[in-house]
Each structure stands twice: as structure tokens, then as C-alpha cells.
């Protein structure tokens, strides 16, 4: 992927977040098959790790630096899941889109040199443009669980 395709990628995800309002309470807040998450957990488990990202990862993504490993991702997600009932699915829908907005800014004021530099996280090499290329993978996947509440 390129700067361009990331940067629609998540401004598309941003209006898929907008049109996820016509879902009702009960709808966003409904497991989307038994024993899964809900809509609601499932956007506050993405806008969560953006935070993550934005505060811990993208100041840090710098030629040759070495980022920390992941958090535990189980815990992290079950504190994204539980941290979910502090609002209502309305709400975590403008914390998601807003905390995809600080990221989305930060990308599109990085020079285009900036993408290719390689980091590493953990043992892991990566540069800009593949971290956030696998962050649209993993965005799609979300997305397909939350369509199927929407029968798309």
C-alpha cells in the first residue's frame, strides 16, 4: 500500500464509523455471533489501540529505534471491551473517530521518505507504511464482523 491508499483507508474507515449510528443501542450492543463482541466493543477495541498507537507508537517510529513489544494483546483488549460500558455506543463512535482523526492527521503531515524508514518492535522490522498497511488489514476484519450484524 501506498501513503495515498492508507490515508483513504482510513478516511473511509471514518465514514464507515459515521454510518454505524443508524445501528440502535440493543443492535451495537449484541454480541455479533454468541460468545463475540458486540459492535460497540469491537469500535472501542479499535479506537484503543489508534490511542495506543498514536500516543505510544507514532512519536517513536523513527529510523533504526526500538519500539517496545506489544502489550499482552488479550488484556489490552479486554480492558478496550470493559472500558466500552463506560459509554454509549454513540459515544464511542465519535472517541473512535476521533482518536482515528489524530493518527490520520499526524500520517498526512509525514513526508513521503518518512514511510519506508525501518524501526523495529520487539524483534520485529517495520516501517511506517507496513505497520499502518497491516492496521487496514486488521480495520477490514472488524469491519466484516460488525457488517454481518447489518446482514452486509
Known amino acids: 500500500m501506498t501513503k495515498q491508499d492508507i490515508i483513504k483507508a482510513m478516511k473511509t474507515y471514518n465514514l464507515w464509523l459515521d454510518s454505524l449510528l443508524e445501528l440502535s443501542e440493543e443492535q451495537a ?12 466493543q469491537i469500535v472501542m477495541h479499535l479506537a484503543e489501540w489508534d490511542r ?19 502489550p499482552e494483546f488479550e488484556k489490552f ?4 471491551a470493559v472500558f466500552s460500558n463506560n459509554y454509549t455506543f454513540e ?8 482518536e482515528r482523526l489524530r ?7 509525514l513526508d513521503e521518505l518518512e514511510w519506508d524508514k525501518e524501526f523495529y518492535i520487539g524483534e520485529h522490522v517495520l516501517s511506517i507504511k507496513n505497520y499502518f498497511a497491516d492496521f487496514t488489514e486488521h480495520d477490514e476484519h472488524h469491519k466484516r464482523q460488525i457488517e454481518s450484524i447489518r446482514g452486509n
Open 29 to 40: 450492543t449484541t454480541p455479533y455471533q454468541p460468545g463475540k463482541w458486540s459492535a460497540k
Open 52 to 70: 495506543f498507537t498514536f500516543e505510544e507508537r507514532l512519536p517513536n517510529m523513527k529510523q533504526g529505534a526500538k519500539l517496545e513489544r506489544f
Open 77 to 80: 483488549n479486554a480492558d478496550a
Open 91 to 98: 459515544e464511542t463512535v465519535v472517541y473512535a473517530k476521533n
Open 103 to 109: 493518527i490520520l492527521q499526524k500520517l498526512e503531515q
